[in-house]
């Protein structure tokens, strides 16, 4: 990982940062790119940047990738300024490199991109207040409301097939029948459970594919700590880390946002009695994230918001469970069974979503 950050030097001299160069640090808890913060001297005042080096072996497509954050940043930029918004706090803004590039790519092959510092404001790793929850649904909200005219076909398909839930359920079967980890015994009622929802999984998509479901510009990773809080005021003022920005369905930022926050319990615990939604928490979300949308959303997609967090626990549970069974090679385990473990709170909080279902449908009726 230093290894490849070894060229940072290289990187900050190409892009076009102001003023004169004084120091730089890592920063941040992000689990993906390398982030680090860069700070210039211009004209006696401190200027910071936020410099990444970009997670080039989960997205291949680093040009392609830039050319979605771009086209939706400029977008963006131009409502903010036509309704006198701030547009150096309430959007990104890509630093081009000398050469009117927006990334650079590096002697050892390693690519960068920069942004102007979103100054006076945090991201919350973890929901310690409910404000701040509710705070991130507003702005990822907004977000889904500002980009609701935004072609959303015309952005490239990052990482294919996402949240293509009969897809995943496919490659969930395989892993079951090859089962070359010979794990499948130890969880027949896990497989058991999935199998019993195979219809559920195809929901969501085939109301996209009967064009029921708008496409919409998503940003597929809807987590509270992708949200700047104001310093002062405690609103959420930008969605940041757009790495995932694609084409899909509201009702999936929706429910991952759901899924992640309005459990209560954490998302590998292993006693379960602990696990369950938090209907307090999934209310104070709904009326955060309609507020933001502002109208936005169709009625099918407002009504259709419980089957979107159901279908995001579920297609989460499945994702770990098919880890699980190839020996876990894609999400980095920390102890024996980690997978499991996680793919059962997920399963367990489908199961309580069942549970809530009429509650979850009467709470998202109150706010249309
Ligand atoms: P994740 O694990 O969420 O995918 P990541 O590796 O993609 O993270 P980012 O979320 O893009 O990284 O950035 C890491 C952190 O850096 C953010 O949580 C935020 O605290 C900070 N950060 C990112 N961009 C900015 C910005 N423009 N202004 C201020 N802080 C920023
Ligand atoms: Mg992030
Ligand atoms: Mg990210």
């Excluded at 803004?93 to 942004?115: H, L, Q």
């Excluded at 946002?257 to 309005?262: D, K, L, N, P």
């Excluded at 407002?302 to 770990?320: D, H, I």
Aim: aromatic residues 10%.
């Amino acid at each position: 990982r230093e290894e490849r950050c070894a060229k940072i030097e290289e990187a900050i001299k190409a892009l076009d940062f102001k003023g004169n160069y004084i120091k730089h640090e890592r920063y941040g808890n992000g689990h993906i790119n390398d982030t680090f913060l860069i700070q210039f001297n211009q004209d006696d005042r401190n200027v910071k940047y936020i410099l990444q080096r970009m997670n080039h072996e989960i997205f291949k497509d680093p040009d392609q990738l830039m050319k979605n954050i771009c086209g939706i940043t400029e977008f963006l930029k131009k409502k903010i300024t036509k309704s006198h918004g701030d547009v150096n706090r309430e959007t990104m803004n890509v630093i081009d490199t000398k050469k009117g590039e927006p990334f650079y790519k590096d002697s050892i092959g390693s690519y960068w991109r920069a942004y102007q510092f979103i100054e006076d404001a945090i991201s919350y790793d973890q929901v310690d207040k409910p404000e701040d929850f509710y705070q991130s649904a507003v702005a990822f909200g907004r977000f889904q409301h500002l980009l609701s005219d935004y072609k959303a076909e015309s952005l490239y398909e990052t990482i294919p097939n996402f949240h293509n839930t009969p897809t995943r359920y496919q490659t969930f079967k395989e892993a079951v029948k090859k089962d070359i980890c010979g794990r499948a015994k130890n969880v027949t009622p896990e497989i058991e459970f999935i199998c019993n929802r195979e219809d559920d999984m195809k929901i969501c998509m085939d109301l996209l594919n009967k064009e029921q479901l708008p496409l919409r510009v998503t940003h597929n990773d809807t987590k509270l700590n992708n949200i700047m809080i104001d310093n002062k005021t405690g609103k959420g003022i930008c969605v940041i880390d757009l790495d995932t920005v694609m084409p899909g369905l509201s009702i999936f930022d929706f429910g991952d946002s759901i899924r992640f926050g309005a459990n209560t319990a954490a998302e590998d615990e292993t006693d379960l009695s602990k696990v369950s939604l938090n209907l307090q928490l999934f209310e104070l979300y709904a009326k955060g994230y309609l507020e933001g949308c502002n109208g936005s959303l169709t009625k099918k997609e407002t009504e259709m918001l419980p089957m979107g967090a159901k279908t995001m626990a579920l297609e989460c549970g499945m994702r770990f469970l098919t880890d699980y069974l190839l020996g876990d090679t894609y999400f980095r385990i920390h102890r024996e069974n980690h997978n499991l473990d996680r793919c059962r709170t997920q399963l367990k909080l489908v199961e309580d979503m069942e549970y809530k279902w009429d509650e979850m449908n009467s709470v998202i009726k109150k706010y249309m």
